[in-house]
């Protein structure tokens, strides 16, 4: 079992930048892949990005490219997404996700776990 917990989220001016981080317990943080997922109104949620268990491996949707980082501390069992250059259409409720797997994964089937989420609101 693996609770998570984000923070970070919030409103920001188009352009802003904002970090969310994933607090995580429960099973070894070493042992799986992290991933956040975003989910705007009425649309489907969506991978936004992805790191292996190590951090060595990382995944980005095209979307958001050169302008999210993601990255883990193991020793602190936390994953974090700085986001920068952030437009209106990054507004979403943001989840952080633990995979069953230790390598990047991008479906949401392959997450076991779930934390809350948090709003990221960006205005124009």
């Known amino acids: ?3 998570l917990v984000e923070s970070g989220g919030g409103l920001v001016q188009a352009g802003g930048s904002l970090r969310l981080s994933c607090a995580a317990s429960g099973r070894p943080f070493s042992s799986y892949g992290m991933g956040w997922f975003r989910q705007a109104p009425g649309k489907e949620r969506e ?3 992805a ?3 190590s951090g060595g ?3 980005y949707a095209d979307s958001v490219k050169g302008r999210f980082t993601i990255s883990r501390d193991n020793a602190k069992n936390t994953v974090a997404l700085q986001m ?3 437009k ?3 507004t979403a409720v943001y989840y952080c996700a633990a ?3 230790r390598s990047i994964m991008t479906t949401r089937s392959a997450y076991a776990y779930w934390g809350q ?3 990221v609101t960006v205005s124009s």
């Open 51 to 53: 790191i292996s268990w």
């Open 84 to 86: 920068n250059s952030l």
């Open 47 to 49: 991978s936004v990005a």
């Open 57 to 59: 491996n990382t995944y």
């Open 117 to 119: 989420g948090t709003q």
């Open 1 to 3: 079992q693996v609770q």
């Open 88 to 90: 209106p259409e990054d």
């Open 99 to 101: 995979s069953r797997f």
